[in-house]
Structures are given as structure tokens and as C-alpha cells.
């Protein structure tokens, strides 16, 4: 079964002076446009993790998922709160992909899902060869809906970092080609926001 999405917005954009990053323009559309057009295809149906008032992005049409947890605790927090929609929904497994993230790959859901399957994992996490190590992007990943009670508890006792809980659960490599760019780059600066400009099609 295709799984649902989660976009990941839920973060405080410090290095972009605070605000909605994904509301920032990228050739004529915002960044969330361009995850949204990206993952709306991948997925089942799809949702928005984000804290504050949901009302904002009601032109998006999407469910808006606050963070379950409080005082921002980062991505966990995003992909918990995704769990718990799904179980709802009656769903295995999520998918997220960040929202400041504009050009990752099309294919992402089905790598991700045969990276569990062949190499025996609940948890699937993007990476791309890095010059020393692997480099994993942990904000996209298949997770299980099965986890979310012991997720939910990692968070309660204080983790924080994505790594050390899907470590402990063996999570699965997906590899993604790095050229001719990185397809994980991401958008934290103006800086950064203007190199995306010079990597559209």
C-alpha cells in the first residue's frame, strides 16, 4: 500500500530570521509548493506538521498536524505527530520529506519502501554518498506506525536527535545519486535560497 505524507514544517527558522520558511518564493512558487507538487504524487494523501495557527496555510487544502510535544523538540516531534494521524487513518507507514527541501527526488517513496523491504527494516532513511561517510538525511524516511508508543517515549526521556532512535532500531540506508546536485539540498539561509534559484530547471 502506498503510505501517506507528512511535510515537515514544523521548525523555528532561526537562521532565516523566524517565520513560515516554507512560504518563502522559489521561481514564482513557494517552497511548500514545490515539496507539496514533488511528494503529492508518491504518496496516498497527505498532511502538514506544523505549530501555531493552522489557519495560515489554510490555502493549502491539507490536514495541519501540530507538534504533540512541547517547547519544539524537532523533527521527532513532526514524524510522532504524523504517526498518530496515520493510525487513524488506518495506516502501516509514513513518508516525510521536509518542507525547505524543493528538489528531492520523484522516485523517493518507492526507494525508500524497497530500502526496508530488502534490507529487513522498519525504518528507511534517505542518504547520498558523501566525500568520508554516507550522509543521511533524516527528515526523509519511511517510518512505522508500530513505533510511535516507544517514539513517543524516546522523546519523554529527552532524545532529540533523529539518529540515535532510528539507530536503535536498525534503520535502512536508501541511496540517492548526488549529481549533478545534491537533491537533499536544503534551504536554512537567503544564501542558500539563492543558489535553489540557480539550480531550477
Do not use: C, Y
Request: no cysteine; charged share 15%; hydrophobic share 45%.
Amino acid at each position: 500500500m502506498t503510505p501517506p505524507g507528512v511535510i515537515l514544517a514544523g521548525g523555528l527558522a532561526r537562521r532565516m530570521g523566524g517565520g513560515d520558511k516554507g512560504r518563502l518564493m522559489l521561481g514564482g512558487q513557494s517552497l511548500l509548493s514545490h515539496v507539496i507538487t514533488r511528494l503529492r504524487p508518491q504518496v496516498s494523501t497527505l498532511a502538514l506538521n506544523a505549530n501555531g495557527d493552522p489557519a495560515r496555510f489554510a490555502d493549502l487544502g491539507l490536514p495541519v498536524l501540530p507538534d504533540g510535544v512541547a517547547d519544539h523538540p524537532g523533527p521527532l516531534a513532526g514524524v510522532l505527530a504524523g504517526l498518530d494521524w496515520a493510525a487513524v487513518q488506518g495506516a502501516s507507514h509514513i513518508v516525510t520529506a521536509a518542507a525547505d527541501t524543493p528538489f528531492f527526488p520523484a522516485d523517493l517513496v518507492s526507494r525508500l519502501t524497497r530500502a526496508a523491504e530488502m534490507q529487513g527494516a522498519q525504518i528507511a532513511l534517505a542518504a547520498t554518498p558523501g566525500p568520508h561517510k554516507l550522509l543521511r538525511h533524516p527528515t526523509f524516511g519511511l517510518w512505522p506506525v508500530a513505533l510511535r508508543d516507544d517514539l513517543r517515549e524516546a522523546l519523554a526521556g529527552g532524545l532529540r536527535k533523529v539518529v540515535l532512535w532510528t539507530d536503535r532500531h536498525g534503520a535502512a540506508s536508501a541511496m540517492f545519486p548526488a549529481t549533478p546536485f545534491d537533491p537533499f539540498f536544503n534551504v536554512n539561509t537567503p544564501d542558500d535560497l539563492a543558489v535553489a534559484e540557480g539550480m531550477l530547471p
